[in-house]
């Protein structure tokens, strides 16, 4: 018998492993982090300083594991430009943004950072944490302005 009869398993176990050492060296003990999810899956939701709330999420697509952070930067309000905002949202996924993304969850302007679990090693978890924490921060502050004077 093979020392892991299931690879997508012994995948997900060490996946679980590198997350919970990366909010640990990101100031977000574990434990405390671990969230309920609604299809069973390992998760984990933090609070950054500004207020943006990043949720964790280890799922399975194609049979294949994936991992899914997304930061929630900003509620929409209901007085905004949308044409405007959107635009400017694309604009920053083109232009400034790197390995994240701007998308909206009903009135939510979140990024995303999702990728296979294949070859996944704990410093690239680290960097996508630390990648979608900081600019969830940094945007939350410009786009807030940017929604008050719209």
């Not at 232009?95 to 998308?103: D, N, S």
């Amino acid at each position: 018998m093979a020392l892991f009869s299931n690879k997508q398993e012994a995948n997900l176990r060490s996946c679980i492993r590198m997350i919970e050492d990366a909010l640990q060296t990101l100031g977000h003990p574990p434990d405390e982090s671990r969230t309920e999810s609604t299809d069973d899956m390992p998760a984990w939701r933090v609070e950054s300083g500004v207020g943006a709330r990043i949720e964790v999420h280890l799922g399975v697509e194609d049979e294949k594991n994936v991992l899914r952070v997304t930061a929630t930067v900003a509620t929409v309000p209901a007085t905004a430009d949308e044409a405007r905002l959107y635009r400017k949202l694309l604009e920053l996924n083109a232009a400034e943004v790197k390995g994240v993304a701007f998308g909206l969850v009903g009135r939510e302007i979140v990024l995303v950072s999702e990728r296979t679990t294949i070859d996944l090693d704990p410093s690239e978890v680290e960097d996508i944490l630390r990648r979608t924490q900081s600019f969830a921060a940094h945007y939350a502050k410009i786009l807030v302005l940017d929604l008050a004077t719209a």
